[in-house]
């Protein structure tokens, strides 16, 4: 029900094109990652979260610029394409919510208040609409202790 609303929306808005079809081109040899954590850490909340990215650069979402993009960091759910819409969350825009945070103005790190335990963490690259960009620009999903 979700795929089939949001695409009655983008073709509503007219905004049906190469952008939204999760076609926007990632660099070769482009990655994301952890840049202070690691999987196993141990840490006390609020957690610093630093964003690396090697091979393309960093622009706010909304800015159409060749070879950037903007972070997405997912808390507490399956590694990209592993949810519950599978491959499609590769063409459409990440969702905004408590799992998915969203980083548009182009910052580069964020203190994140989780609460005592276990959570995973995985960083994604998304295009001026926060799409993934093809191939996709997605970081190892780490486990850190809270506290």
């Known amino acids: 029900m979700k795929r089939v609303l949001l695409s009655s929306v983008v073709v509503a808005l007219g905004l049906v094109g190469p952008a939204l079809a999760g076609e926007t081109p990632s660099a070769p040899g482009t990655s994301v990652y952890f840049g202070n954590l690691s999987d196993g850490d141990v840490v006390a909340s609020p957690v610093k979260v630093v964003f690396g990215l090697s091979g393309m650069g960093v622009a706010p979402a909304g800015l159409e610029k060749e070879n950037t993009g903007h972070h997405h960091v997912l808390v507490n759910r399956p590694a990209l394409g592993e949810g ?30 989780l609460p005592a335990g276990d959570h995973t963490l995985q960083l994604v690259l998304g295009d001026q609409n926060h799409i993934p960009h093809n191939p996709p620009v997605v970081s190892e999903v780490i486990t850190i202790t809270v506290e």
Not at 95 to 112: I, K, S
Request: aromatic share 10%.
């Open 84 to 113: 519950e819409d599978g491959a499609d969350e590769f063409a459409f825009p990440i969702p905004a919510d408590e799992n998915h945070l969203h980083f548009g103005g182009g910052q580069t790190e964020v203190a994140l208040e």
